[in-house]
């Protein structure tokens, strides 16, 4: 056998892949879930590149109902209604397939198992194939023999696995491969609806045919059987009988084996591009056609049509249509899906029964009356349609982007800046790190299709000298300033003595509360909204690496196009988004909190942190003490030295010498999976789990934090400069980087002691921390108006042993410390919409017992059920969940017909309005307070935030005055009808404060 051939189940690739991703899903810039594409494709290109098959093809189910359910009305009527997501993949994934010239299989009236199963054994009998059934469907076992096996791809960390014989029966513990229909119809299936017969699973199902070879002998056998089993198999036989006729795949589908049409092709490389184009698949367009790879201008696969709008969120589809909006003025899928699991191809070869398919043939009604025709649909030659939404470029645009590089012609810029309501700027730098970069240059725009560009030299007096010139107008407060990222320009300004002043208008953020979760790069912006791809900076200095420039190596004209259309692009987007804002009622919020937050966060990073180098070194050296012992602690347990950090050796020790865990999990790699998920399950089981996990955070902390803190000291003022990100958490938390100050660990003593690094500038100054205090619990309070809740908060009593007495249904006094961990649990878990199954997860307990505790829960605290069901309601009809301010977190699958993904959705739809309202007012407090600080000139500073909690670097004279307004201005931020409270501490370093 020299011939490979794999025959791929594509709808049980596509659900596998839509699941992978449904908790974090790929959306692209026009808001389409390319999750179970990406998935898909990975999975094919797994195939292509590692096991480089001669042949392939691709098999489909289709509308049509099989013969299963004239056999079995009820077959997969069970079923949850196919994800939406799934159902607009679906024509994505076969034009995709026909662009690479692989076959899509499908015949109506039988399933894709069928099919494949009929071509396998066909290519079997040839003598000259090997044959892979590419699924992760266990049903296929029945059909494996000397020449065809089943293939299943690398998944969340399992590697990929080629299952014969052999393996079919070890896995099934049977003597031959026809009894996995046996077993499967005995145990039936509740995803097909297959009954089976009550009361036998997987493992009675085995002994049973191992004991009497297939499920006739055992209903002949049935007397040898005892109680229930024997009266369920005596009068459910027939049903059993059914469940095996139905499990069994087909082998004579009228479908023909070609083996030419079948064989591996050239890709149709135009067609596919353009397709990885709209899909925004770059990374996989160059694995396909390669990392260089440019499709004819012209070349441009056929696009479906977006989703109906009546399952989008609101506002969201008016946003899409202006970029691509259909004739029509409708949103109609180009298929009628009915109630199935996939479509029809539009396009099809039919073939007579018993006949070849060839990429010419086009036959139009079948020979013999009433013969059901075959579809092998084939690839074929067409004409590629012409790009309907061809980009413009700046080879394609007119536009007049000027040099200013004279003292005469900065001063005539910088009068006609003067005389402008409003204009763009941008700022071209040494470096993407604004506190080390130099200023290269300044672009700017007030006029579409107009920008200027200021190049400033090395020298620093000289650099000084040009920045100056324009002084007058970055602090003019009469003049709007519009920027892409304008926190990083405001910074680099600052550091050459300007303050910008004025309205501003950031366009990133700006589309940041339009489309949340979408990605904020001024060029996919671009080419969402204007259709205009701008100039790579890649052109410019290359790829990252040693060979790549700077800004200041690169020709003069080039870097003039480049910043010049930056600022003008930029330009554009604000026109596009001011009015996005204003239909979405978003304009409050921006103006109010994101605009000015941003002069905040960049005061903040400019301040920067003093950190206590010898702090850090003292507490590198205890953990190394501290990682040795641990260390030597594992050995002795073990019984040998081994590499800790290896996950093959720990495997070995843990799976194979202590037998920790019979089933234990493999990674793709054939390795024993060793992550913290499993070793927590562990560590009640063994110690030595226990003392891994503490040998893992021990080494994290040293690596990742206490020896990596020093190197990010700023050479500048010998601070570190954290960059706090607004456009990242689409809940509108800040996040941070450089170092991640939100994963700092704080449970642990040795965690806690990073803490103690961070500390005052001078003598003169103190640490001073203030932190929300159960800010997302107040929140749902307020939002639901539960007096119980409220009466606790507004009176200072203990919300967990509150919480804890009405579920528990015993005095305050009688609640004991278990009751109250309990409540305590629940009480956050409900933010988050905790189920049954994650309550017992959490509290170690039975899943009947976290189900009596949530009943109860609602039954004490009714008003926070119906604020949830109230919440979800009003998620179902506008598209989106919304805070108190009208941050917007769209819900896309809030009226999914799955269930997986509607409860996923329904869940964010409870959480999103108060997470999103407790960032609202961390973010107010945070505007106010600087207001505050800098209309009294204080000495004091802001210097973090992180989660609920400010970080000030307090002068000792003023700590008093501080405190104070802090407080006061914390609570105060959005009135609400709960009382906030707010823990303020001081001292010589943030752990003390904290």
């Known amino acids: 056998m020299n011939r490979k051939l794999f025959l791929l189940d594509a709808m049980a690739l596509i659900y596998r892949a839509h699941f992978a991703f449904n908790k974090s899903p790929r959306i692209t810039t026009r808001g ?4 179970c594409i990406f998935g898909f494709m990975n999975s094919l290109l797994e195939v292509l590149t590692k096991e480089k098959p001669t042949h392939i093809g691709v098999a489909f189910d289709t509308s049509k109902k099989t013969f299963r359910h004239e056999q079995f009305e009820q077959y997969k009527a069970n079923r949850q209604s196919q994800p939406e997501d799934i159902t607009v993949a679906i024509p994505y994934i076969k034009q995709i397939v026909e662009a690479m010239n692989i076959p899509l299989l499908w015949l109506d009236g039988y399933e894709a198992d069928d099919i494949i199963g009929t071509l396998s054994q066909k290519a079997c009998a040839t003598g000259e194939f090997e044959t892979y059934m590419m699924t992760p469907d266990k049903d296929y076992g029945q059909l494996v023999n000397d020449c065809v096996f089943i293939y299943k791809p690398a998944f969340m960390g399992k590697p990929a696995e080629k299952l014969g014989v052999t393996e079919i029966l070890d896995r099934w513990q049977i003597e031959r491969v026809d009894q996995v229909i046996d077993i499967l119809g005995l145990m039936g299936d509740a995803v097909d609806n ?29 007397d040898k059987l005892k109680g229930k089993q024997k009266e369920n198999v005596v009068n459910f036989a ?15 589908v009228p479908i023909p084996f070609d083996p030419e049409a079948l064989q591996l092709k050239e890709y149709d490389k135009p067609r596919l591009s353009a397709l990885m184009d709209e899909l925004e698949f770059r990374q996989l367009k160059g694995r396909l056609l390669g990392a260089d790879y440019e499709a004819a201008p012209a070349a441009k696969a056929a696009t479906p049509a977006k989703p109906s709008a009546k399952a989008a969120p609101a506002g969201q589809m008016d946003l899409f249509a202006q970029v691509a909006p259909t004739p029509s003025g409708t949103q109609d899928l180009p298929f009628d899906f009915g109630d199935s699991d996939t479509t029809d191809q539009p396009v099809r070869v039919p073939v007579a029964s018993g006949a070849s398919a060839t990429p010419d043939q086009v036959v139009t009604e079948v020979a013999n009356e009433g013969e059901q025709p075959a579809f092998l649909d084939v690839p074929y030659e067409t004409e590629t349609p012409e790009l309907s939404d061809s980009r413009q470029t700046i080879h394609t645009v007119r536009h007049d982007y000027r040099l200013v590089d004279t003292p005469e012609l900065r001063q005539d810029l910088a009068y006609y800046l003067s005389l402008q309501e409003s204009f763009c700027f941008d700022s071209e730098t040494t470096s993407v790190d604004p506190v080390e970069a130099d200023l290269v240059g300044l672009s700017f725009a007030y006029r579409k299709g107009e920008a200027f560009y200021v190049p400033v030299p090395a020298d620093k007096d000289e650099a000084q000298a040009i920045v100056d010139v324009f002084k007058g107008v970055f602090e003019n407060p009469a003049i709007r300033k519009i920027g892409q990222n304008l926190k990083y320009d405001i ?48 052109e410019l200095i290359g790829k990252k690496g040693p060979k790549q420039l700077t800004m200041r190596d690169v020709e003069m004209q080039k870097v003039v196009e480049y910043a010049a259309e930056d600022a003008d692009i930029t330009l554009q987007l604000k026109e596009t988004f001011a009015p996005l804002l204003e239909k979405d009622s978003l304009n409050k919020l921006f103006e109010q909190v994101e605009m000015p937050l941003v002069n905040v966060l960049a005061d903040i990073e400019l301040e920067g942190v003093r950190v206590d180098q010898k702090a850090l070194a003292d507490l590198s050296a205890t953990l190394d003490v501290d990682i040795r012992q641990v260390q030597q602690e594992i050995y002795t347990i073990a019984g040998s030295e081994f590499n800790i950090g290896s996950p093959k050796q720990l495997g070995e020790i843990l799976f194979e010498r202590l037998k920790l865990d019979k089933n234990a999990k493999k990674t793709r790699t054939g390795q024993y999976a060793t992550g913290e998920e499993i070793l927590s399950k562990l560590e009640e089981e063994h110690e030595i789990a226990r003392k891994i996990l503490d040998y893992r955070e021990l080494v994290k902390l040293k690596n990742t934090y206490v020896d990596a803190l020093p190197l990010l000291i700023s050479k500048r003022d010998g601070r570190i400069h954290t960059s706090f990100n607004q456009a990242v958490a689409a809940t509108g938390r800040l996040s941070s980087t450089n170092p991640n100050l939100q994963n700092i660990p704080i449970r642990t003593p040795r965690g806690k002691e990073i803490r103690k690094a961070f500390v005052p500038r001078s003598d003169e100054f103190v640490i001073m921390s203030a932190d929300y205090s159960q800010i997302e619990l107040r929140i749902m309070a307020a939002f639901s108006g539960d007096p119980t809740m409220l009466d606790a908060f507004n009176n200072g009593i203990d919300i967990h042993t509150s919480t804890a007495s009405k579920v528990f249904g015993v005095p305050i006094a009688e609640v004991t410390g278990d009751m109250r961990r309990k409540a305590k649990t629940i009480n956050f878990g409900i933010i988050y919409g905790i189920s049954a199954f994650g309550l017992s997860q959490r509290l170690k307990i039975p899943r009947k017992e976290a189900a009596r505790i949530i009943d109860d829960y609602f039954a004490q605290f009714a008003a926070v059920k119906g604020y949830m069901d109230e919440t979800i309601e009003k998620a179902r009809n506008c598209g989106y969940a919304e805070t108190i301010l009208g941050r917007r977190r769209y819900l896309r699958d809030i009226n999914s017909r799955n269930q997986t993904d509607r409860q996923f959705a329904e869940r964010n739809a409870i959480n999103a309005p108060i997470q999103g309202s407790a960032a609202d007012m961390l973010k107010i407090a945070m505007i106010q307070i600087h207001d505050f600080m800098q209309a009294n000139h204080l000495k004091s500073k802001m210097i973090l ?25 914390m609570r105060n931020a959005i009135p609400m009808a709960v009382k906030m409270e707010t823990g303020i501490g001081t001292g010589d370093n943030w752990l003390e404060a904290h």
């Open 194 to 222: 297959i009954p089976g017969i009550p009361g036998i699973g997987e493992k009675t199902a085995q002994k049973l045919i191992a004991e009497f070879g297939t499920i006739e002998n055992l209903i002949a056998g049935a």
């Open 945 to 969: 935030t992180v989660h609920d909690e400010l970080v000030f670097d307090a002068h000792r004279s003023e700590l008093d005055m501080l405190r104070e307004n802090v407080d006061h201005i």
């Open 238 to 252: 027939q049903q059993g009988l059914l469940s095996k006729q139905l499990a069994t795949i087909h082998l004579d």
């Open 32 to 35: 389409l879930n390319t999750s």
């Open 491 to 538: 910074l680099m300004l600052k550091k050459y003595g300007v303050e910008v002043q004025g309205k501003l208008f950031d366009t990133m953020l700006a589309h940041y509360l339009i489309e949340p979760e979408q990605r904020h790069n001024m060029d996919i912006m671009a080419m969402t909204y204007l259709n205009y791809q701008p100039v790579s900076i890649e």
